[in-house]
Every structure is written in C-alpha cells, then in structure tokens.
C-alpha cells in the first residue's frame, strides 16, 4: 500500500454520535491487554448504539436492560417493551463499572453466541453501585 502510513489506533471513531475521544496512552496500552477492547485491542465497532442500565455483572460481560416504545398495529397503541442485552465489558472499564450503572454500548462482530455490543462509556452511576 503505497502513500498510507500505519498509525497507532488512538480513537474509535465516534465523532458523530457525539462521545467523547479516548486517549490511547503507552500506560493505557500497558494496563489494558485485552486484544476485543475497542480502545486498546483490535475490536472494531459499528451499527446500533444503545443506552441501558446494567443488571448484571460477569468478570467479561455484563447484562444490561433499557425500554422501549413498540407498536401495536392491531390496537393502534404504543406498548413499552423491555429489552436485555449482553455486552463485552473490556479489562480496562472492569473496575469502573457495576451494578446500576447508566452505559452505552455499540454494536461488534459476534464475539461468542451472545455477545454481539461492546461497553464504550459509563453515563452515569447507579443507586445500587457502592
């Protein structure tokens, strides 16, 4: 590939949606060596962004649940549906996130057969965290 020069990976490309850019310092790197961190590793994101509060959390993932407003055509209504996802939670968020917490999460390539978001941001903390 002629004229392209290899940089290091140091955002995620988020500019649209309107979060905010990651630094990607030696110390990050050196801390974080999870190869599926969009931050540090080679996890690329895309598609849907969703914001939800975590239900659950694993050492690698966590659960977590928003509403939504769905359409019944049979009744002309509007009905609230609750959805759960299981998102990636990368070594470096680990420690930052629990239980009750507010994050957005974008869509990945399957990571395992239900795991298919990645965490990219902490909103804000829940009630239940400590």
């Given at each position: 590939m002629k004229g392209k020069e290899k940089t290091a990976k140091a955002?995620?490309?988020?500019?649209?949606?309107?979060?905010?850019?990651?630094?990607n310092t030696e110390t990050d790197r050196a801390l974080c060596k999870d190869?599926?961190?969009p931050f540090h590793g080679k996890l690329k994101i895309r598609g849907r962004m969703f914001e939800g509060k975590v239900k659950r959390k694993f050492p690698r993932?966590?659960?977590?649940?928003?509403?939504?407003m769905t359409y019944i055509k049979k009744y002309e209504r509007?009905?609230?549906?609750?959805?759960?996802?299981?998102?990636?939670?990368?070594?470096?968020?680990?420690d930052k996130i629990n239980v009750g917490d507010t994050v957005i999460v974008k869509e990945c390539r399957p990571l395992s057969k239900i795991i298919h978001f990645v965490?990219?941001?902490?909103i804000k903390s829940g009630e239940m965290s400590k």
């Open positions: 955002e995620i490309g988020l500019d649209t949606s309107g979060l905010k850019k990651r630094k190869k599926d961190c993932r966590v659960t977590l649940e928003f509403e939504r509007y009905a609230k549906s609750k959805t759960k996802i299981h998102a990636r939670l990368p070594l470096c968020m680990e965490v990219i941001k902490k």
